[in-house]
């Protein structure tokens, strides 16, 4: 019933800043736990960050904490990540998710967006 949508990817150089928007239609995620997550090229999919449906609880992968801000903005059902002082290691497809219970394990998440390509030059 809930479609998501990621906008916001491109390329930028190391050290800069990308913010990505997740838009949710079809339903209301008030009550869902928003997630970002990533996959490299070859890799697998891994966890970036995540929201809790109040917005007061926040995770953060180890690679990108204090470097990555996730938040929301239920009146508009989204969700978003600032990306700052980005590193190469950080290209990836990036992928928006949303769930009743999940946390931080991509197997968890049961609503996915297509994806937006973040590329970070050196």
């Known amino acids: 019933q809930v479609q998501l949508v990621e906008s916001g990817g491109g390329l930028v150089q190391a050290g800069g800043s990308l913010r990505l928007s997740c838009v949710a239609s079809?339903?209301?995620?008030?009550?869902?736990?928003m997630a970002w997550f990533r996959q490299a090229a070859g890799n697998e999919r891994e966890f970036v960050a995540s929201?809790?449906?109040?917005?007061?609880?926040?995770y953060y992968a180890d690679s990108v904490e204090g470097r990555f801000t996730i938040s929301r903005h239920n009146a508009k059902n989204a969700a978003y990540l600032q990306m700052n002082s980005l590193k190469p290691e950080d290209t990836a497809v990036y992928y928006c998710?949303?769930?009743?219970?999940?946390?931080?394990?991509?197997?968890?998440?049961?609503?996915w967006g297509q994806g937006t390509q973040v590329t970070v030059s050196s």
């Open positions: 998710a949303a769930d009743l219970y999940g946390m931080v394990h991509p197997s968890d998440f049961h609503i």
């Open positions: 079809g339903r209301t995620v008030n009550a869902y736990t």
């Open positions: 929201i809790t449906k109040n917005g007061e609880g926040t």
